[in-house]
């Protein structure tokens, strides 16, 4: 039986390193934390900019099979969970790597973007942005494992932060600043005092000037940071850490029942949502909202990324976190709806005499305070989730804009005085390419949708929501009611382990 002295001890320990961890002392660590946000930062770099080309094909006239091909670029992050293992303790390298890929194929975007007479050459640019996006995305494994040697044990907590901020920050440099400033009516209005034919920094140029800024980084952290002595033996002293046990243990993990159910969720339940988020802001350029503008629409969201998660935490830590995962699903499928329609009634907003094209003010504060409310449902969905939600989001995007071209209907329509100097019937164009197109619009006459696909996949994803909620409530109550040991990889279940569910032990342990 313990005595009171005992007890009183272990309490006087107990409040002294709870205290100790509320103070969070940084002392020797603000060089770390400012060296983790550089990282981060440039880590979200070229992943911004990858965001930002699709914006730009669009204005050049691509299809949307060809946008569904330039999404393969950004599939590295999306499975960067499968190749992590091999990539620890390599930040000095990926660093160099990005550098060099950055400067190797900043000078072919000119050719590969194309121009008027020639189309974008989207194998190209998806190869050489999936190269970046996987360094980047290596790069962030690895800085991750390099976080928790850097920092002291009692400050790791602040990695999570300084990643959070860090790419944040990056991403907001490498797509809302690069396409602001690579705008040409921007720079012409605000820059520059003569009218110019491009912005102020072009695509090749902001990749090379960051390309340097990756270089002189990773000679300055090889010259002067060095790795502790106790973070190269860890691996030595405890070799049950090695990549050959970690890949079979992971293959036990997603052959679990559990793990299988959740995994489908996670792969379906994007579907719901899969034409807003792939194909609105798409469709705002091609109505005719500039580019700058689309970029600029997104500030206001940048504070929302960041602090959504620590407030909607609160409702997630709890014995039901996907509780309130279902609860969020049918308050997004609604503001989906809401912003589709607002997409079909921009045109009718936007003001355009052939010469300039004028969008009226509430137009933008009308956008931005449907994407806010939008984002409250999405983060509260997102806190939930793990890696698979990414895939899951990810192959439904290139699916999504690979299918409107097929189900979309066009017709080239004319007036009366275009119809009796036409050479061919009405029938006979569908506008189906740009060479019909290009016939159209030469024998005067214009090109009419007739039924957008991308309405289409919308009123179909509406549909399978509704439907998914009902499977995907019954699949959640599964989960949160499997006993603990269900969820275990170990080869015998432990002597003792009952059947208790998880949520159930959850919510003791938080009493």
Known sequence: MRNR????????????????????DLKGDHGNIAILLLLYLLQGVPLGISGSVPILLQNRGISYVQQAGF???????????????????????????LADSSANFSGALHEWMGDATKGPQIIWLASGFFVSNFLAATQDVAVD?????????????????CNAVGQTAGGFL???????????????????????????????????????????????????????SDAESGLEENPDYGITKAYPVLWKILKLKPIIRLSLIFLTAKVSFAACDAITTLKLIEYGVPKDKVALLSIPLVPLEVLLPFF??????????MAFYIKMYPYRLIVSVVIVMFAYWTP????????????????????VSIYIVYQIPLRGMFVTHMAFINLGGMWLKTFCLWLVDFITWKSCVF?????????????????ANKE????????????????????????????????????????????????????????????????????????????
């Open 415 to 431: 007036d009366g005085a275009a119809l009796g100097n036409s050479t061919f019937s009405l029938t006979d164009n569908t506008c």
């Open 71 to 97: 999404t393969f670029a950004f599939y590295p992050e999306n499975i960067m969970g499968a190749y992590g293992g091999f990539s620890l303790h390599q930040t000095i390298w990926t660093k160099k790597k």
């Open 436 to 511: 019909e197109q290009s016939e159209c619009l030469s024998n005067g006459g214009t090109c009419r949708t007739d039924i957008d696909g991308y309405y289409v996949q919308v009123a179909l994803n509406v549909i399978y929501g509704v439907i998914w909620i009902q499977w995907a409530k019954r699949v959640i109550k599964y989960l949160e009611d499997v006993p603990r040991h269900e969820w275990h990889v170990l080869s015998k279940r432990p002597p003792n382990e009952d059947e208790t569910p998880l949520n159930e032990i959850v919510s003791v342990e938080k009493k």
């Open 312 to 321: 909607i935490s609160r409702f997630t830590s709890g014995p039901r976190p």
């Open 5 to 24: 002295k005992a007890d009183s001890a272990e309490n006087q320990t107990d409040d002294k390193i709870e205290g100790n961890h509320g103070k969070m």
């Open 348 to 367: 009718a907003m936007i003001i355009n005499d052939g010469k300039t094209i004028t969008i009226p003010i509430y137009f933008y504060v009308a956008i």
């Open 145 to 161: 494992g390099w976080a928790l040697t850097m920092l002291k044990r009692d400050n790791v907590g602040y990695a999570a932060t």
């Open 174 to 228: 490498g797509y809302v600043v690069f396409l602001v400033l690579e705008s040409k009516e921007f720079s012409n209005k605000y820059v520059f005092s003569e009218p110019r034919e491009e912005g102020l920094v072009t695509l090749g140029g902001y990749l090379r000037f960051w390309g340097m800024i990756f270089l002189g980084v990773t000679i300055l952290i090889a010259i002067f940071k060095r790795e502790k």
